[in-house]
Structures are given as C-alpha cells and as structure tokens.
C-alpha cells in the first residue's frame, strides 16, 4: 500500500528574471517524498537542485517564476499561499538544515536560545517552556544540552554547529526536512555521524529527508532513491544501486566516474627516486589558549616529514589535526617552536629578509576557497601576474605574455584572461588560483583543501590537471586534504596526522589499502561508499 507523500513536486518549472535576460533554472522536475523516506537530488552547480529544494520550502526568491506545475506540501499547494501562510508552514511542516552553520547561526546569541527562538516563532512554547523544547531538541540531535546550550557558535567546532541547526529543524517536529548540502564541509568521520544521525532521527520519527547534494556516492549510500538533475532537468532517477552502479544516461556515467573512491592502492605512477626537497625536523607549534592561563595543546607535535620533487605528500586528518599549521610553518607564515625546517638542504626554519623572499619565491600556495583568495577587481590576467609584480620579475609585456601562457597551461578559455573571477564558474576560478601560484615556476607547492568546494566532476579535472603539471614540471606537492579518497587519486605518500602527531606515515598504496592505525582505519570507513547502503524503506512512485 503506497503512502501519501509529505512533498509531491509535478512537472515543476521555475524561471529566473535577471538583468540579462531569463534562465530556466527548473524544467519539468517531478519528485515525491514518503514519510521516512530519503531521495536525494544530486547534480552540479547550476543544476536546479537547490531551486527545487528553495521550491519544496516555499521560499523561491522574488525573482523567481513558477511558469508550470505545482508543489503540493501535504495537501497544500504552496504557489496558492500566502506569506503568512507560508511562515505558518516552515518549521511545523517543512524545516531546513542549510550547508553553512557558520553562516547561518547568530554568533551573538547562545545556541540553546537560538533554538528556542524557532519554537517561541511557531507558536509551540514561550519561556522556560520553549528552553525546555530546544534542549530536548539538542538532546535528540546528539548533543549534550548541558555543554552546548549556553555556548557561542564560535565555541562549538564544525559537526556540533551542524548538529546545532538539526535541532532547530527538529524543535517544530516537522514532517520534511530538507537537507542542503550538510556535511559537504565537514571532515568524513564526522559526515559520516552526522548523516547517521539524520537517518535514525528520520526512521524514528517517520519525517521525510530531501537531500540535496553534489556527491553521487554520498547520495548512493544514503538515499532511498536517487534524483540526477542537469541543466534544470531530471535526466535520471531510482534506487541508488542503479542510478550508481548502471547508470543510463551520460552525464550520470560521467559523475559515477569521477566520483573519487578507494580501490585499494593508489593509481599513480611512481617518479623516480630523488633527494628531499623539503624536511621537517622534530617540528612543534602550540598556540597559546583561549583563556591565557596556559600554553595550550600543541597543534603539531613533534612532527618528522619529508617530500621529494615530482612526488606528493597527503596530509590527512580531521579538523583539528593540525595540517593547515604543517602548510602554514611549511611557507613560513608561522614560526615553529622547535625542530627544524629544511629546504632544498638549507635551514630556513629562521629565515627572515632577503632569505625568507627568496624562498617564497620557490614555495607558492592554492588556497580552499579561490572565490576569496582571488582579487575580485584584477582581471585574470592582472591576478596571474600579479606575483611576478610582487617579485619585481620581467617587464609588463613579459608578465602579460606569461600570464597568457599560464592560462593556457591550466586550460582556461582565451577570453578568461580580460575576466574577472566573479565571472568564472568554480572550477575556472581554481584554475585561476593555480595559475597564479604556478608564475614564479615554483619548486614546492602547497594545495590547501583545493578542491574540497567543487563538484565531483571539476574535482576530478583539477586533480588530472595537477597531475599533468606535476609530471611535466617536477613539482612537488604538500597536499592537505581532509578525504581520503581524494588523497589516493592524488598522492604518492600519505601522512596520517591527529591532534597534533603523526600516526600513521608512508606509501598511499599501503596506508590506504592496509592501515596499521585504527585511527587511519575509521578514516577509511568513513569515506562514503556506494556499495554500503542502509536498509531502504518502501518508496513512492515519481
């Protein structure tokens, strides 16, 4: 016997209204969702997921238009309501747990009154009473009321800030909740709990999960049923076992394909040996505590590596582990406490001056984020030279003939260049940043989470294109990632570091098909995998 779905999106279309004309952002998509059922809707950036889920929610922008179709919360449709009516909705029968928590928690306001906030809004409780739901709701989002409630968002760390915004979704007992990229920030062990967490909570209770995310394999191993959406359209559904494993359309052969995994040993080929070029002796670093009563726990604790050119070494490890300080002490940004840094055979764990400018110049760095690491009023060409600005290098004619073929090295179209990167799709934007770190032909460079904030099928083209730039320039690489199935496409050698120490260290064909940690070992099991799915719960036809 089918059940009534709490969502039934039919033969929806949205049009977006901007200065340069309209964009369809949703064509024909239809979906339903089941009490207790999870369907996931994967696809890229501008694919129309998140318009689908903004119109589960009854929250399009004004810009937006539904030109055709209808989505029916219930037995309400919500194109027929007003804006009071649709308040009335969201959080009793329709709540979000959105991607940012950062973003979006007040940093002035303690957690527990902020879900309290959400319950005194809908009308289920006031004072005491309404604490008393919001601590019961951090209770049920795995958290300890007790700890979290009278805390800053600032003081929670990252999967505690998510936990934070499940609560406030669940303080109104809704019967959907739509999930918007949840954990794509977060480390693996701790998506891995908090997507765990999501399906008790939705089993238990019966509510129903829209999932909205990018990674086809997270989506495989969690949904009960799959949705691809591409330019607007629902190009593929079913069981993720079908959708993952034999999938019939091209553009979800292309993202099954460039869906990182672990195969049991790394595919790259091994360069021949060759001296370090980079060695860290020893190295510590503590920063000093909150309170400035103590030293604080050391972020890297005696911390012995070395890389070699044309190879790369994976610093792994959870928030907290300390390999964004190891990158940071590496350029030289921070100064170790002891140990020593060697490069190239020279101690430049002291440099300074002259010495230290020298090295910056055969060290670069690609940062997370490029949207904020590029200067959003230099063209891309303005941003690519910009180094050899910096270092006094060439005429301005030369800096713009290099910035041309840098360009063309990273494979960026020929009109890039008189762009900016507000312009530039995601994908572009790191090419931009790689560009610009490759100007002063470095020796040695540093890729911070570079492509933990694209989409799986411009991670796998960023990741070839490193590769290539590796081989043919003998690059080395310290690549700090916190996905170990994004390391095994990369890396040649694997470091393994929490809180601080190094657990586990050597080739990426042994640490990541034979760990002898257990530490790195629930690391691996926690990297999303297809062919690991929890028991479905009976579907609704689309």
Do not use: C, W
């Amino acid at each position: 016997m089918t059940r009534d779905p709490v969502l039934a999106v039919e033969d929806l279309s949205v049009r977006y209204t901007t200065g340069y004309g309209t964009v369809d952002a949703v064509r024909g998509a239809s979906l339903r969702v089941a009490p207790g059922e999870t369907v996931a809707i994967v696809g890229e950036s501008g694919s129309g997921k998140s318009t689908l889920a903004l119109a589960a929610l009854g929250l399009l922008p004004p810009d937006a238009t539904i030109t055709g179709g209808r989505v029916l919360l219930r037995d309400d449709d919500l194109a027929a309501l007003d804006d009071g009516q649709l308040r009335r909705l969201r959080g009793r029968t329709v709540a979000l747990v959105p991607q940012d928590p950062a973003a979006s928690l007040d940093p002035v306001m303690r957690v527990g009154r902020q879900v309290a906030e959400v319950v005194r809004i809908h009308g289920l409780a006031r004072g005491r009473a309404a604490l008393g739901i919001a601590r019961e709701a951090l209770a049920r989002a795995g958290l300890d009321p007790d700890e979290v409630a009278g805390r800053y968002p600032h003081e929670l760390s990252g999967g505690m800030r998510q936990r934070v915004l499940i609560a406030a979704a669940l303080a109104g007992e809704p019967a959907l909740i739509v999930a918007d990229e949840p954990t794509s920030a977060l480390d693996v062990t701790v998506q891995k709990q908090i997507l765990d967490h999501l399906a008790t909570l939705t089993a238990r209770s019966g509510t129903g999960l829209l999932f909205v995310t990018h990674d086809l394999a997270v989506a495989a191993e969690r949904a009960d049923r799959v949705l691809v959406m591409r330019a607007g359209e629902v190009v593929e559904s079913g069981r993720p076992g079908q959708v993952f494993d034999s999938p019939q359309h091209p553009y979800t052969r292309e993202l099954a394909a460039a869906a990182p995994r672990l195969r049991g040993g790394t595919a790259r080929a091994e360069p021949a040996p060759d001296e370090p070029i980079l060695e860290l002796h020893g190295i510590t670093k503590t920063y000093p505590s909150r309170t400035g009563q103590d030293s604080g726990r050391p972020a890297v604790d005696g911390l012995h590596l070395a890389l070699s050119r044309r190879r790369t070494l994976a610093l792994v490890g959870e928030s907290g582990s300390g390999k964004t300080t190891v990158g940071r002490l590496v350029l030289r940004l921070l100064d170790p406490d002891s140990g020593r840094i060697t490069f190239d055979g020279h101690d430049v764990t002291a440099a300074r001056g002259p010495e230290l400018r020298a090295l910056r110049r055969r060290v670069q760095l690609v940062q997370q984020n490029p949207f904020t690491a590029l200067n959003p009023r230099l063209t891309v060409e303005a941003v690519i030279a910009d180094p050899l600005h910096a270092h006094r290098v060439g005429t301005p004619a030369l800096r713009r003939r290099r910035a041309a073929e840098l360009a063309d090295v990273v494979h960026l179209p020929a009109d890039a260049l008189r762009r900016r990167a507000a312009e530039l799709s995601g994908g572009q934007r790191q090419r931009v940043a790689i560009a610009r770190a490759l100007a002063l032909e470095p020796e040695l460079v540093v890729l911070d989470e570079p492509v933990s904030a694209l989409d799986v099928s411009v991670q796998a083209r960023i990741l070839d294109l490193l590769a290539g730039l590796q081989r043919d320039h003998g690059i080395g690489y310290l690549f700090v990632t916190h996905d170990l199935a994004v390391a095994h496409e990369i890396a040649h050698d694997v470091a393994v570091l929490r809180g601080g120490r190094l657990v586990e260290y050597g080739p990426a064909a042994t640490v990541l098909s034979a760990p002898a940690n257990p530490y790195t070992a629930a690391l691996l099991d926690a990297v999303p995998d297809p062919r690991r799915r929890r028991p479905a719960t009976t579907p609704s036809p689309l």
